[in-house]
């Protein structure tokens, strides 16, 4: 049995998407960022690094979104969530979500978080005047040189589409209007429709309303 | 035929060392970030995003360094640069390039481009005065929890082997001793002494004098 680690709001979605949409046996572990459970020692004990999605398997933990959607595309072959057969076009998702990880997510992650990279108050609030900027061309890139459509990849669906979907939600907040880039507009609007994600989003809602 | 585009003192060293420690059949294209080879039309066309690495393959062009790693460990299985037979250490493997690419690489980054996240020039000061910290706890974070020893991945040499050690190589400048974390100073030392390693190191330095 998977066990996800998770806080609403974070890209962990990405993986919950993608677990629906493999239709694999699995849990969910809800984490509240307002209380800090992540820096917990229990949860330090799953996630030294503070941090989620983690993923509990049989054979340990994993951590990182783009090892996450590798893991759950390996093992459930029958969803073909990635072209597991073709180097190339594996290593193009791969060049896609690290993309989304460590240039998209860290640009975003300038509007909530510049307290990572700064300890001065002025620092970190010209850093959140920027986002809007930065993720606003991050986006634009894609739509033009990486988006082929319908999907990411192109005409099958992997697991880019929800981790793109996971940062597209963010765009509103993040100052930039997803208009203006048509085709990840229109891609956001379909993920929104697809069973796996209501229902990936509709549990996490949930929970946080119980909360 | 592989071509590897890269420029000096940069992440693709780490693909630069794989693609030797694979015994590929490539050649390299150095463009230097002095003259800004990498924002000129001809090299945009390659890579949209105005980074190295590239990795121009029969099939098109890669980017990304975790996929290029990847990339390289799939098409040279004989080299075992990867267990790609086993998801759950395969998504070992991509985890800790995920880190290193999103959280420790970025770290290092707050130092020479702070301009990517602040149009402030104080704000990018105070960037470069907290980078011997962040980066400092990332190395402790991997020395403590994510080196097996004697390789990153423990018994085997893999793709997460020359990316680590990429990224040690710019502790001194980032303000960080590596002798604080005795295990990855080791894997430093032993990994200056592979010939695939002094055979990349050589090839970079070598046309950088000679540009």
């Known amino acids: 049995m998977l066990k996800l680690y998770y806080a ?22 809800r984490l509240s960022f307002k209380t800090e459970d992540q820096k917990k ?8 690094k503070a941090r989620v999605p983690s993923l509990l398997t049989d054979h340990g933990v994993l951590s990182e979104t783009p090892a996450l959607l ?3 595309a390996q093992t459930h072959p029958a969803a073909k969530l990635a072209p597991l057969d073709d180097p190339f076009e594996l290593a193009r998702v791969q060049a896609i979500n690290s993309y989304l ?21 002025a620092a970190i609030e010209s850093m959140k005047k920027k986002v809007p900027q930065t993720v606003g061309e991050c986006f634009a890139l894609i739509e033009r040189e990486m988006f082929e459509g319908p999907w990411v990849m192109g005409a099958s669906y992997t697991i880019c589409d929800p981790y793109l979907f996971t940062l597209s939600q963010w ?21 929104s429709e697809r069973p796996a994600v209501r229902k990936a989003v509709a549990d996490e809602t949930q929970l946080q309303s119980a909360a």
Chains 1, 2 share one sequence.
């Not at 609403?8 to 572990?29: D, F, K, N, Q």
């Not at 020692?41 to 030294?48: G, T, V």
């Open 101 to 121: 990880c460590s240039t998209v997510h860290v640009a975003h992650a300038h509007r909530m978080r510049g307290y990572r990279w700064t300890d001065d108050a």
């Open 70 to 72: 590798l893991y759950i």
């Open 41 to 48: 020692p229990e949860y330090l004990k799953i996630n030294p």
């Open 171 to 191: 765009l509103g907040a993040d100052g930039v209007d997803i208009e203006k880039t048509p085709k990840i507009a229109d891609h956001f609007k379909r993920m």
């Open 8 to 29: 609403p709001g974070t890209c962990a979605l990405a993986s919950h998407i993608a677990l629906e949409e493999a239709g694999a046996h699995y849990e969910t572990v």
